[in-house]
């Protein structure tokens, strides 16, 4: 007889390391060590897979409240679980937008609800993103939701007073502004970098400056108002150069970069085809290498999905029409398997890092991203790194059938996820929610 | 050749072979009976999503002098205002048994999407999308630089050692796009003359020379002799975003007046795709001056697209009928 709530994994590999047992009983990992008695507990092969803490994505859309056609929480999070994380932070741009207590915390209740990852929501900087006045901040962060993330993303803040403000205001309760870095001036009509490619194709540019202008100004605005800045999706080689040099100074700034921007590149955007329009665009070769280093070396602090399901209709059309964005929370891992982990670039530790520890640590989550050690909350995800899939979109738990990875053969599979315990996914499918006791 | 998407679908025989084709059917429109049989029963379709009489009274004609069906369908662009969606129209027109779609479209890339999505079976014939390519357009072109600087009897000829300048508004020209193309597979070599504001950024892997400066590019400094000049429709609202400053300035710095039209060599040809804005890139005396072959541009656009329509469909008939100028030779005698 098993107890419900005990599970042994059997002679998993905690980041890649050497075998071990992990047994974990009430939301905590309880025991660690080699031949664990079951002791009622489920047993779970682990043989040959890779434990990692449950993984935490800074930058998800999850469309409700508004875009119920695109994904709900439920279906968001449940692709969430598929794709290894047991934290999400749900973007603000909502219709309504996220920029009151009672739209956040409508989020944060529906997450619960799910059951299937924390739902972090995340609040809107500007009331209605307007990027005119301040939503009211600290009450989100006051609410059950307990708001630490506020974005305006899909736009950025554009008015610099508007950001110094925000960058300011949030200190008083440990909050941190993520940026959208986009001057909306220099990329008016933007649809893909402007580049080789974007000059055959006759699509209106979006330069590489649009994204680093504001970078460099929001780095030194925090540096002036001792402030923590989060810079979403970084996406180009000069973009990191600034990081790279603002880190130098002690400037309190984190970047995270996308799993699309390190594989795909603009020259993608030839077939013409929506599903690889997306905001930052597809950039090139250099600029991919240039994410992987930073990524790899630190500049860049965290991978984060922006995960933007769409309905068919608003990809199904000529590119100038489409909306921007692509799927990412059940393809994420895999992506950075093959562009960090199978390049040499990162080791299993890194990964755990970049995708677990370092967001929950700038989301400010906690019970996430913590080390896979006895007394800590049980959020596990189990790896089959030698696994190879080809990917489908209509197999996905999204609504979204926007990956761009479609018919595409990337390594690795989820085979497991423990969510404060309850096996969410287990041998690669959705298992259930986890019922709050 | 499935389709014709842009002038890239070309190499070099194929482009020669359209030429050869379209002046074969050029030929036939000196004849009294203008009307060929070739393309009975088939259904060539015109969608067009933008506003443009001209380019859609070509197709039209060149459909209808084949003997096919001619189906005009005018759509109002979706991006514009939110109307039918291109699927849905690709949708209905599959239904109508469309050999041919020939599409003009606002959004870059649309005839593309047409082709390649899946929603329709026939042909796609590019006539004009965004500011990405108008590869009819280049053949044009093509077809009247042909006959003005290698000669009438020019069948089996490219373009080799012709030196050609297109100026203006490269930035936003689909046509600029086509003709680098095209003008470059057929041997000639090209040189852009733009204000850098109107010149992409990335215009450096192109397979062209490019110039700022119009009065030394016409007077041979900095590609050599020129053949033609190829005049851009500039639109003058362009100087509310800052491509440059007003339309006398333009007009000063870029545009072919009088004293310019001196600087050419005696035999080089003034040519414009249209409409044209007078006043602002071509003056009223360098359009109408004997070097213009802005007005036969037109009547070769019908004998060109002739030209497209009947060996896409020709080729799409099956292997059966050899090759297509053999029996472009039959039904042209
Ligand atoms: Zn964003």
Avoid at chain 1, 83 to 104: Q, R, S
Avoid at chain 2, 109 to 135: C, F, K, Q
Avoid at chain 2, 247 to 260: H, K, V
């Amino acid at each position: 007889m098993t107890a419900p709530g005990h599970h042994l994994l059997r002679g998993v590999r905690p980041l890649g390391g050497d075998p071990t047992d992990l047994l974990l009983r009430d939301g905590l990992i309880v025991e660690a060590g080699r031949g664990l008695a079951a002791a009622g507990a489920r047993v779970i092969d682990g043989d040959g897979l890779v434990a990692l803490p449950g993984l935490v994505d800074l930058h998800t859309h999850l469309r409700e409240p508004g875009r119920e056609d695109a994904e709900t929480v439920e279906t968001g999070t449940r692709a969430a679980a598929l794709g290894g994380f047991t934290a999400v932070h749900a973007m603000a741009n909502t219709e309504p937008v996220a920029d009151t207590a009672g739209v956040v915390e409508q989020v944060w209740r529906l997450g619960r609800e799910a059951g299937w990852t924390d739902v972090r929501p995340v609040g809107a900087v500007t009331v209605g993103l307007r990027g005119e006045r301040l939503a009211e901040l600290g009450t989100m962060a006051d609410g059950a939701a307990a708001v630490r993330v506020f974005s305006d993303d899909g736009r950025c803040v554009g008015d610099p007073v508007l950001m110094r403000r925000a960058l300011e205001y949030v200190k008083a309760f440990d909050g941190v502004i993520a940026q959208h870095p986009q001057d909306p001036r220099l990329t008016d009509g933007a649809q893909m970098h402007e580049g080789d490619v974007s000059a055959v194709l006759g699509l209106a540019g979006w330069p590489a400056v649009a994204e680093e202008s504001i970078i460099a100004r929001d780095v030194l605005l925090a540096e002036h108002v001792r402030s923590r800045l989060h810079l979403c999706h970084v996406s180009t080689a000069g973009s990191v150069e600034i990081i790279r040099w603002a880190k130098g100074r002690g400037i309190a700034v984190t970047a995270e970069v996308t799993p699309h921007h390190l594989l795909l590149t603009d020259e993608e955007v030839r077939s013409y085809d929506p599903v690889f329009k997306v905001n930052p665009p597809l950039r090139t070769a250099d600029d991919v290498r240039a994410l992987r280093e930073a990524l790899a070396d630190g500049t860049i602090d965290v991978v984060a999905t922006d995960h933007a399901p769409h309905a068919g209709e608003d990809k199904d059309c000529e590119w100038a029409d489409a909306a921007e964005g692509m799927t990412g929370l059940e393809t994420a891992l895999s992506v950075v398997q093959a562009t960090m982990l199978d390049t040499g670039l990162l080791d299993w530790a890194g990964i755990a890092c970049r995708l677990s520890a370092a967001p929950a640590r700038i989301g400010r989550v906690t019970g996430q991203g913590r080390p896979l050690a006895v007394g800590e909350p049980a959020n596990v995800v189990l790896i089959d790194p030698a696994a190879r899939r080809r990917v489908d979109p209509s197999a996905m738990a999204t609504t979204g059938r926007n990956t761009p990875y479609r018919g595409r053969e990337l390594p690795g599979a989820v085979v497991a996820t423990f969510y404060r315990g309850h096996p969410t996914v287990c041998d690669g499918a959705l298992a259930t929610r986890r019922e709050e006791s | 050749m499935r389709h014709l998407l842009s002038a890239a679908d070309l190499d070099r025989a194929g482009a020669v072979e359209v030429l050869d084709v379209a002046a074969r059917m050029a030929a036939t429109q000196q004849r009294e009976i203008k009307k060929l049989p070739t393309l009975r029963g088939r259904t060539v379709v015109n969608l067009f999503f933008e506003d443009s009489t001209r380019t859609r009274i070509s197709f039209e004609a060149a459909a209808k002098r084949l003997s096919a069906d001619v189906i005009n369908f005018t759509a109002r662009g979706s991006s514009v205002s939110k109307g039918e969606s291109l699927k849905d129209t690709a949708l209905t027109l599959e239904a109508m048994g469309a050999d041919a779609v020939v599409v003009r479209h606002s959004a870059s890339g649309a005839p593309h999407r047409l082709a390649t999505a899946g929603w329709i079976r026939g042909a796609v014939i590019n006539a004009g999308d965004g500011t990405h390519e108008h590869p009819t357009q280049a053949l044009l072109d093509a077809f009247t630089l042909r006959r003005h600087l290698v000669g009438e009897d020019a069948s089996g000829a490219d373009l080799a050692g012709q030196t050609v300048a297109i100026v203006g508004d490269v930035l936003h020209s689909r046509v600029a796009r086509s003709n680098v193309l095209l003008l470059h597979t057929l041997g000639a070599r090209v040189v852009l003359v733009a204000p850098p504001t109107l010149l992409p950024v990335g215009v450096g892997r192109w397979p062209c020379a490019t110039s700022y400066d119009l009065d030394g590019v016409l007077a041979g400094d900095v590609a050599g002799p020129l053949d033609a000049v190829m005049m851009l429709r500039v639109q003058g609202e362009r100087m509310n975003a800052a491509y440059f400053p007003s339309r006398r300035e333009y007009s000063r710095r870029y545009g072919l007046d009088a004293r310019r039209l001196r600087l050419l060599p005696p035999h080089a040809i003034v040519m414009h795709p249209g409409p044209m804005n007078r006043g602002l890139e071509i003056s009223a005396e360098a359009a109408d001056s004997p070097r213009s072959t802005i007005v036969e541009q037109v009547s070769n656009g019908v004998a060109v697209r002739m030209a497209v329509l009947f060996l896409l469909l020709s080729a799409a008939s099956g292997p059966a009928s050899g090759p297509a100028t053999e029996i472009a030779k039959e039904i042209v005698p």
